[in-house]
């Protein structure tokens, strides 16, 4: 079993910054790709963001430019940085881990969610 921990939501004006931090623990063996997704009211969930055990990166048009993601691998843990918040970016906020357990099995495990609210 895998569990991932997120945190660092919470509500900031337009323009401001957050950093979410997503922490994975449990019978792991290795990790590859780490990212985030997001689902704002009404809508589906969608991609945000994703980095790889190589540290590629791969970003949803409407973030580039203003958020970071990067992971320490000594602390399976994935962060992402949000600079530059607009109302639109307003969610709630997904990590997605997978990976291999210590037995060998394929795991994909998501975060409970963290509520971002970008709002003057």
């Known amino acids: 079993q895998v569990q991932l921990v997120e945190s660092g939501g919470g509500l900031v004006q337009p323009g401001g910054s957050l950093r979410l931090s997503c922490a994975a623990s449990g019978s792991i063996s290795s990790i590859n790709n780490m990212g985030w997704y997001r689902q704002a009211p009404g809508k589906q969930r969608e991609f945000v963001v994703r980095i790889t055990s190589g540290g590629s990166t791969n970003y949803a048009d409407s973030v580039k430019g203003r958020f970071t993601i990067s992971r320490d691998n000594n602390k399976n843990t994935v962060y992402l940085q949000m600079n530059s918040l607009k109302p639109e970016d307003t969610a709630v906020y997904y990590c997605?881990?997978?990976?291999?357990?210590?037995?060998?099995?394929?795991?994909?495990?998501w975060g409970q969610g963290t509520q971002v609210t970008v709002s003057s």
């Open positions: 997605n881990v997978d990976g291999r357990l210590s037995d060998r099995r394929p795991f994909s495990s």
